[in-house]
């Protein structure tokens, strides 16, 4: 089998709350995602999607997505999209670094592995653990009280996780945490993300002033280093999210005993292959993992949803489900949240189907 043409499509996904903020000021109203379609010479085509969260999350924004696919997919054209070692291999030779440019293109392979094979990607990525996946929802930073109503409403549609989107001033954030903490049962897992927006003074306040409570702290300075000099310093359940960004990361962090938690983005890392590889290191090193992706729509939830219920599930610590924050349905079969959890699908593949309409006319094309 042969890769025959690379196709990419843009698609604008519109957030159901309107924005979604996070640290430092940033924010998003609409996030720009990229579909990718892989066609092979057997009729098989595959489908991947990339997302950025926004252009100042990680080095990673959505015109790059198509500008790195227009210098990469030349170089792909011939391969055998079921050899993904190898494919890998190619892409790195062809294009160093950019791992998210990569993600789709991998993502749309593992789509074709699975259609060609006749099997749900779940069971090629090892075999499906329990009946479902457990959610977290992020919650947009927001006045601490407004923060608290929505994490008390989505806790009636079922979820049991909620990361709040800190990482402002100490004082706000602590009062975030608080009211939070206040609507929640004990059972509840909270997680506090600054997304590297705390200086250290600023991540020991916080930390200091929450530590009667049971919060899990995220990534709360921008460099490895400060969130070391953090973790050592609190009792926090401790999560490492954007300084994990490959391999050599994780195993560093692993040998520091950095955290107890660790973040799985498949963009983030360069597709399912290479996020697979970190999973199983973390299977087998006993690390806890949040498997999920920068963001996206349909696509990139059943990818997750296939990659997180492949993962044993006493170190599925939790898990996404983007499509149901966005406004947009991009292709039919996707994961589908019930009671706080998505299940990945049994149908071949990625167990999805693009709405062309959706995707409106291709904006890049390699053959
Ligand atoms: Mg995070």
């Known amino acids: 089998m042969k890769i025959t043409r690379i196709a ?50 990680l080095p990673a924004y959505a015109e790059g997505v198509r500008t ?32 998210y440019v990569k993600s ?57 996780c909620f990361q709040l989107k800190v990482g402002s001033s100490p004082d706000d954030d602590i009062r975030r945490i608080r009211a939070v903490r206040e609507v929640l049962e004990p059972s509840d897992i909270l997680v506090a993300d600054a997304n590297t927006g705390w200086t250290l ?26 969130c070391l000099s953090i973790r050592r310093h609190t009792n926090h359940p401790f999560v490492l999210d954007e300084s994990i960004d490959s391999l050599e990361m994780l195993l560093r962090a692993r040998n520091d005993l950095a955290m107890d938690v660790v973040n799985l983005k498949i963009s983030k890392l360069g597709g399912i292959t290479k996020t697979k590889q970190v999973r199983d ?31 044993p599930e006493e170190l599925r610590f939790t898990s996404t489900d983007f499509n149901s924050y966005v406004t947009v349905r991009l292709a039919e079969g996707a ?3 019930a009671n706080g959890t998505i299940e990945a699908s049994t149908a071949p593949g990625l167990g999805v189907t693009p709405i062309h309409e959706v995707l409106g006319d291709v904006v890049l094309e390699v053959t």
């Open 201 to 226: 003074h600023e991540a020991m306040r916080v930390t200091r002033a929450v530590a009667d409570l049971d919060v899990y702290i995220e990534q709360p300075c921008l460099t490895y280093e400060e």
């Open 335 to 337: 994961p589908q949240r």
């Open 104 to 160: 789709g293109v991998d993502m749309a392979c593992w789509d074709i592995v699975g259609k060609a094979t006749g099997l749900p990607v779940v069971d090629l990525l090892g075999g499906r653990f329990g009946e479902s996946v457990r959610l977290y929802r992020a919650i947009s930073q927001e006045p601490p009280e407004q923060m608290a109503r929505t994490v008390a409403r989505y806790r009636s549609e079922g979820y049991c």
């Open 8 to 57: 990419a499509y843009r698609v604008l996904l519109p957030l159901v709350e309107g924005a979604y903020r996070w640290s430092g000021g940033k924010s998003v109203t609409v996030f720009d995602s990229t579909v990718v379609e892989v066609d092979t010479d057997s009729g098989l085509v595959g489908y991947g999607e990339v997302c950025p969260l926004g252009p100042s999350y």
């Open 281 to 311: 290191l973390c299977v087998a090193m006993g690390i806890a993992m949040t498997i999920e992706d920068s963001w996206g729509g349909d696509i990139v939830t059943a990818a997750i949803a296939h990659l997180a219920h492949s993962t």
């Open 68 to 99: 790195g696919l227009r210098q990469l997919a030349p170089h792909l054209m011939g391969h055998d999209p079921r050899q993904l070692g190898k494919l890998n291999r190619v892409m790195d030779r062809a294009l160093k670094g950019h791992p």
